[in-house]
């Protein structure tokens, strides 16, 4: 690829070097922000902007299945999800979960403050770990 | 544009030159699918970020390396993998259009006993159709089915 650096150091004029494993290693491998409560009517994107996902499985309320486009090395990966819903009342309280964490994709789920399942408008997840 | 020989280079290299370069392409397409009797149907969305490194083509990786890697993580003694290679140093597949790009998707995204027996039962198990032909309110979304009058020579038609 053109323009390709190899370097195994980034060094700063005052602030001291880094290693560029940090870089790696520390770089989100995946991310998303999505809007959860989508309707066929909807005429805004369900996917506003994504990294290495491939598709967003619907499987009911507030569970969505994000699916992986360049593998995870192993399923203990770091995955952390956000966002929020229309409901103002209910983002007081509200709390997502990640769950079912395998190398080809995992699961946010989206509740509200009693924890029933609810479509978020605002969804959004982002990934650390190894690359397969 | 014309895609660097991407043979070698890693699938997320690819990925962050695609998504420089690329705009995403939103798909009106949708697959629903049931995975179970008593769960409620499922709606695969395709990533527009996805179907613009489909359709550029030299990006993505054949279908039968996610399948390869998907082997090697349901065995039982797994704990990382070892073959990412493949994803990475096999061939890209050719540019393709949107709807190759949705078939793609199913073999790579839902479980195998969906699109392998798709047609077996009595209605079909997968359907692939467009966003506006999904309910327009999610207010019952967890009693969402595929019609139990649709047939495979329907969809067929």
């Known amino acids: 690829m053109a323009g390709k650096i190899i370097a195994d150091q980034i060094e700063h004029s005052t602030a001291g070097s880094v290693s560029t494993q940090y870089v790696i290693e520390g770089s989100a491998k995946a991310w998303i922000n999505f809007q959860g409560d989508s309707t066929a009517s909807d005429t805004a994107d369900y996917t506003r902007d994504s990294l290495n996902l491939s598709v967003t499985l619907d499987n009911g309320t507030g569970n969505y299945t994000l699916g992986f486009t360049s593998n995870m090395g192993n399923a203990n990966y770091c995955a952390v999800s956000s966002g929020h819903s229309t409901n103002i009342v209910e983002r007081n309280s509200q709390h997502t979960h990640v769950v079912a964490f395998t190398t080809s994709n995992f699961i946010i789920l989206c509740n509200n403050s009693s924890s029933l399942a609810r479509d978020w408008a605002l969804s959004t997840a982002t990934v650390h770990g190894d690359l397969a | ?157």
């Open chain 2, 1 to 157: 544009m014309q895609t660097p020989e991407f043979q070698g280079t890693h699938l997320f290299d690819r990925l962050c030159w695609a998504k420089e370069r690329l705009e995403p392409v939103q798909s009106d397409y949708r697959v629903v699918y049931e995975d179970s009797v008593d769960g409620c149907a499922r709606v695969l969305i395709p990533d527009p970020n996805f179907c613009a490194a489909y359709l550029q083509g030299g990006i993505l990786p054949p279908i039968e390396v996610y399948w390869a890697l998907a082997d090697d993580e349901a065995k039982p003694d797994f704990k990382r993998h070892t073959r990412g290679y493949l994803l990475h140093e096999t061939q890209p597949i050719e540019a393709g259009t949107m709807e190759q790009c949705i078939e793609y998707l199913i073999m790579k995204d839902l479980p195998r006993h969906i699109w392998q027996t798709w047609d077996s039962g009595n209605k079909p198990k997968m359907v692939i159709c467009h966003k506006d032909q999904l309910p327009s309110t999610r207010e019952w979304r967890n009693a969402w089915k595929i019609k139990d009058d649709l047939t495979t020579e329907k969809i067929a038609a």
